[in-house]
């Protein structure tokens, strides 16, 4: 109470070099947090742009990978019916091989006998032409004597 009335000028010029000191260490610190403000929503900016590019990527690689599922799937299913139609053109090609062969088989059978008697036949005229030969040439030798 009793320093109100008494105040002196250099008290004030403390006073206000100490406020001016004061406001200028806030001022600093307004700038700085100014600054790193600024900083935060830049990277906040920059985050959120990540985000969504991230986002977006990830939803083209899904849609990638449904389109793959889709085209697999037609694959397996073109696969499976190729694969059906081998075997079954396996199935017919190995049939008819069985049916060939069985017949040929068939027809050698029939064949056996017939070529039996028909090497007998020729090893019997085979003799006789030999037989015949022998007399040929007896006959000659006989002649040569004669003459």
């Known amino acids: ?22 406001v200028s260490d806030l001022r600093g ?6 600054l790193e403000r600024d900083d935060a929503r830049e990277r906040y900016r920059e985050v959120s742009q ?9 939803e083209t690689l899904e849609n990638r990978n449904d389109v793959l599922e ?12 190729l694969f059906g139609q081998l075997s079954d053109d396996f199935l017919f090609y190995n049939e008819s091989l069985l049916t060939r062969t069985t ?13 039996s008697v028909f090497s007998q036949n020729i090893d019997g005229v085979q003799k ?7 007399l040929l040439n007896d006959i000659q030798q006989d002649s040569k004597i004669m003459n």
Request: glycine share 2%; net charge negative.
């Open 128 to 134: 006789r032409l030999l037989h015949f030969q022998s």
């Open 50 to 58: 990540g985000m969504e590019q991230h986002a977006v990527a990830i």
């Open 103 to 115: 017949d040929t088989l068939e027809i050698q059978k029939e064949l056996s006998a017939p070529r």
């Open 70 to 81: 889709l085209r697999s799937s037609a694959l397996e299913d073109q696969m499976a019916l």
């Open 29 to 34: 610190q307004v700038e700085k947090l100014t």
């Open 1 to 22: 109470v009793f320093a109100d009335g008494f105040v002196d000028e250099s008290f004030h010029f403390v006073h206000m070099r100490l406020m001016k000191a004061e």
